[in-house]
């Protein structure tokens, strides 16, 4: 989707509509949010959060570093996490984003001769809000989904 509003452009409802997609596609594959232990609010905050943080990423794209940055840093705190978890195959995925955020900052520092655009921002912001909620805190099975790895994932939003 990114690729295709980078180069032809997509109205933002029709974006919209595909990181809800992108967000149910999470869903139907395990990827949830169990925070409130209730089914339906479960959904709802999944769907929200997973739009939520891949748009903060996004909109971050317009200065110098910024997105990459920040999500060079929520990714190498899921990798921490998912190390210290024994997580081992999600931490792979998100050092492999850290890896590529951080060869793409390279040409995006200060004076930035490219910028992610759609299709560079919406991956990371993707891995970021759906990383979020698979990855516990090591030792504290209540902290899960709120406090320790929300932490990475919410970076973006301040």
């Known amino acids: 989707m990114g690729l ?11 974006k919209l509509v ?7 596609l999470l869903w139907a594959t395990g990827v949830r949010v169990g925070t409130f232990g209730q089914p339906v609010a479960d959904f ?3 769907v929200f959060w997973v739009v ?3 748009n903060a990423i996004n909109l971050l794209d317009n200065m110098d570093g910024l997105a990459g940055g920040v999500a060079a840093i929520a990714a190498a705190h899921f990798a921490l996490m998912c190390s ?4 081992y195959l999600v931490g792979a995925l998100a050092v ?31 891995h970021a809000g759906g990383h979020w ?3 516990p805190v ?18 973006p939003h301040f």
């Open 52 to 54: 939520y943080i891949t």
């Open 133 to 135: 909620d698979q990855t």
């Open 4 to 14: 295709v509003d980078d180069r032809w452009g997509l109205r933002p409802a029709v």
């Open 44 to 46: 709802l905050l999944t």
């Open 84 to 87: 210290f978890s024994g997580q």
């Open 138 to 155: 090591p030792g504290q099975r209540h902290l899960r989904h709120l406090d320790g790895a929300g932490a990475g994932a919410g970076a």
């Open 96 to 126: 492999a984003v850290l890896a590529a955020c951080l060869g793409f900052l390279f040409y995006n520092l200060n004076p930035a001769s490219i910028f992610m655009g759609d299709s560079g921002a919406l991956f990371p912001g993707l």
């Open 18 to 24: 595909g990181q809800i997609l992108a967000a149910l």
